[in-house]
């Protein structure tokens, strides 16, 4: 069972590996993945959950057992939100090394005070743009019998691309096309006119967005499914591609649907 705390804030870490440098008792130590949790993690296979398809979804296994055993109960005026076990939120950018030795003087334990104008906190964007040309051409030569400009033409260098050379070629638009709507035309139109996205499926938000969030994320998953079989995602960049698939979306979803403010986040090297 879950504490009931009542904090302003609740952040799910979520890991598949012992996280025992994080002292604020604030952080809900999650499980993903077949090894043996640490004591006081709370697993995700348990009541209604989707535990067989980790190799495939990743963090998501933990994030839709919480959208259907845990989401329900939360206080509606709850700041609830994700992060992974080397990514966290930070109160600002810092330009002193951080490791984990010092990293809880900088993690966000509470809400900001400027979150109060916002609907939902995602991370500050990654860019993608500007891969050498030889990368260009050894991950995306099927782009490029269709377009050749794409080698030298840095607009053209986007997501879209990004994606089909580093998760299967075509895998992108056949995900889109299971999509509805103004999503699924507001989604590629994302896609095609950006080289920016928010990373890592962290965000934080209030349960009734989370709800929308989630609903609207798995019912398009689920339906991707019956392109992309299991046993045929075989290296890191394709076995995981459900999670990738959703890292992208989320970018484009918040951005469409909620007022959202972009927070600074940090990535621990050498974990």
């Excluded at 691309?161 to 299971?178: P, Q, R, S, V, W």
């Excluded at 798995?218 to 075989?234: I, P, Y």
């Amino acid at each position: 069972m879950i504490e009931n705390r009542q904090q302003n804030l609740k952040i799910y870490c979520v890991t598949n590996k012992e996280v025992n440098f994080l002292k604020k008792k604030e952080f809900i130590m999650s499980w993903v993945g077949e090894m043996k949790p640490p004591q006081n993690y709370i697993t995700c296979d348990k009541g209604e959950n989707i535990f067989y398809k980790e190799k495939f979804y990743s963090e998501l296994t933990f994030h839709y057992w919480y959208w259907k055993n845990v989401l329900p109960q939360e206080n509606k005026n709850q700041w609830v939100g994700f992060c992974q076990k080397r990514r966290f939120w930070v109160k600002e950018t810092f330009h002193e090394k951080i490791d984990k030795n010092n990293l809880n003087d900088f993690l966000i334990h509470e809400p900001l005070k400027d979150w109060s104008n916002y609907e939902a906190i995602i991370c500050k964007p990654i860019k993608v743009s500007g891969a050498k040309k030889i990368k260009i051409l050894k991950r995306g030569w099927k782009n490029l019998l269709k377009d050749p400009s794409i080698l030298f033409d840095k607009k053209k260098q986007n997501l879209f691309l990004h994606f089909d050379m580093h998760h299967g070629y075509g895998n992108l638009e056949k995900a889109i096309n299971e999509l509805e709507g103004e999503n699924k035309n507001g989604f590629y139109e994302f896609m095609k006119f950006n080289d920016t996205f928010n990373p890592h499926i962290m965000f934080i938000s209030k349960p009734e967005i989370m709800n929308r969030w989630f609903q609207d994320l798995f019912v398009w998953l689920e339906k991707c499914e019956r392109h992309f079989e299991f046993q045929s995602l075989k290296n890191y960049d394709t076995k995981r591609l459900f999670a990738f698939l959703a890292e992208r979306y989320l970018s484009y979803w918040f951005k469409k649907n909620t007022i959202c403010k972009e927070e600074n986040w940090i990535q621990l090297e050498n974990f």
